[in-house]
């Protein structure tokens, strides 16, 4: 499936929409058979794969493969029968337990054929709307699409999500940082060092995780024990026995972070590094992404502003 390509939507081509969620896209000569896409509901994903077992997830599409020759006309009998399968009236029963008793906030659209959740990044945001029936994430316009069907399961949820969501707004983050705000731990942080045991070292030029840095990589280690025991201080989550010495990190790059495969869980937080996690390594690529906004957006104020001067200065004598 590698030669798979994309629409400017992210949708790969040729795609068709099959109703309620579901769609189906070509495989290619060298590899016959379907793509297919559809709501995240576990029921419904675990009978996809026993219908359809040698079905694999296709991360970067965001799809399941089915291989074979025949694997679009049994994927198509079978979505059909999910939808025929679906409660004809369930989509109206929404829209009137909504009417009778409406969410009213403003990280939610009531729109003709869904609901549509956009909040700020929230991993535990996710992770609810995951659980969620029918809920999709739409990236063509960056938000998630919430059936009405599903309207009484968001409901039990939306404390949830709001909550996690206002923690997510950007001021909140401010202000969270501001009152955690430790000069001391600040300083130390800057030095772009961290105490790791002599003999359970991390792997250097590798992406690995950290409680205080995130994800990091580690490009030397000292030789000598650490001597600043003050310094330890900062790092109170290391417990494992033996000598520390210094391990000097620096942030990975878009493409590091792209070839870390992720690990399910911290394996031994004790020794204060770990194999890089998808929560950290989401949460690296969005401070990433972060600072690479601000770069561009002071980056094009400075190129406008030397554009005005030297409008305002006139042109050159001759």
């Given at each position: 499936?590698g030669?798979?390509?994309?629409?400017?939507?992210?949708?790969?081509?040729?795609?068709?929409a099959?109703g309620?969620?579901?769609?189906?896209a070509?495989?290619?000569?060298?590899?016959?058979?379907v793509?297919v896409?559809?709501?995240?509901?576990?029921?419904?994903?675990a009978?996809?794969k026993?219908?359809?077992?040698?079905?694999?997830?296709r991360?970067?599409?965001?799809?399941?493969?089915?291989?074979?020759?025949?694997?679009?006309?049994?994927?198509?009998?079978?979505i059909?029968?999910?939808?025929?399968?679906?409660?004809?009236?369930?989509?109206d029963?929404?829209?009137?337990?909504?009417?009778?008793?409406?969410?009213?906030?403003?990280?939610?659209?009531?729109?003709?054929?869904?609901?549509?959740?956009?909040?700020?990044?929230s991993?535990l945001?996710?992770?609810?709307?995951?659980?969620i029936?029918?809920?999709?994430?739409a990236?063509?316009?960056?938000?998630?699409?919430?059936?009405?069907?599903?309207?009484?399961?968001?409901k039990?949820?939306?404390?949830v999500?709001?909550?996690?969501?206002?923690?997510?707004e950007?001021?909140a983050?401010?202000?969270?940082?501001?009152?955690?705000?430790?000069?001391?731990?600040?300083?130390?942080?800057?030095?772009r060092?961290?105490?790791?045991?002599?003999?359970?070292?991390?792997p250097?030029?590798?992406?690995?995780?950290?409680?205080?840095?995130?994800?990091?990589?580690?490009?030397?280690?000292?030789?000598?024990?650490?001597?600043?025991?003050?310094?330890?201080?900062?790092?109170?989550?290391?417990?494992?026995?033996?000598?520390?010495?210094?391990g000097?990190w620096?942030?990975?790059t878009?493409?590091?972070?792209?070839?870390?495969?992720?690990?399910?869980?911290?394996?031994?937080?004790g020794?204060?590094?770990?194999?890089?996690?998808?929560?950290?390594?989401?949460?690296?690529?969005?401070?990433?992404?972060?600072?690479?906004r601000?770069?561009?957006?002071?980056q094009?104020?400075?190129?406008?502003?030397?554009?005005?001067?030297?409008?305002?200065?006139?042109?050159?004598?001759?």
């Amino acid at each position: 499936m590698g030669g798979a390509e994309q629409d400017g939507s992210g949708a790969p081509a040729g795609e068709v929409a099959r109703g309620a969620g579901f769609a189906v896209a070509p495989g290619t000569v060298k590899r016959p058979g379907v793509l297919v896409a559809m709501p995240f509901d576990r029921a419904l994903l675990a009978r996809f794969k026993d219908t359809f077992p040698t079905a694999r997830w296709r991360r970067k599409l965001r799809r399941w493969f089915v291989p074979g020759t025949t694997a679009e006309q049994r994927a198509d009998a079978w979505i059909a029968r999910e939808i025929s399968a679906l409660d004809a009236y369930g989509d109206d029963k929404g829209r009137d337990a909504y009417a009778f008793e409406p969410l009213e906030s403003p990280y939610l659209e009531a729109g003709p054929d869904a609901l549509v959740v956009r909040t700020p990044y929230s991993r535990l945001v996710v992770d609810t709307l995951r659980t969620i029936p029918f809920a999709a994430w739409a990236p063509e316009i960056r938000a998630w699409r919430v059936p009405w069907r599903s309207y009484e399961a968001l409901k039990d949820v939306w404390g949830v999500i709001e909550k996690a969501a206002a923690a997510s707004e950007p001021a909140a983050r401010r202000a969270r940082r501001e009152a955690a705000r430790n000069p001391a731990a600040e300083a130390e942080r800057r030095r772009r060092r961290h105490p790791v045991p002599r003999g359970d070292p991390p792997p250097l030029g590798a992406a690995v995780e950290t409680a205080e840095a995130g994800v990091v990589v580690f490009e030397a280690l000292d030789d000598a024990p650490v001597a600043e025991t003050e310094a330890l201080a900062h790092y109170s989550g290391i417990t494992a026995p033996g000598p520390l010495v210094w391990g000097w990190w620096r942030i990975p790059t878009f493409s590091e972070l792209a070839e870390t495969v992720p690990a399910a869980a911290p394996d031994a937080t004790g020794r204060g590094w770990w194999p890089a996690t998808r929560a950290g390594l989401e949460e690296r690529l969005r401070r990433l992404r972060e600072t690479a906004r601000a770069q561009a957006t002071r980056q094009a104020a400075r190129d406008r502003k030397a554009g005005e001067t030297q409008e305002a200065a006139g042109p050159e004598p001759g």
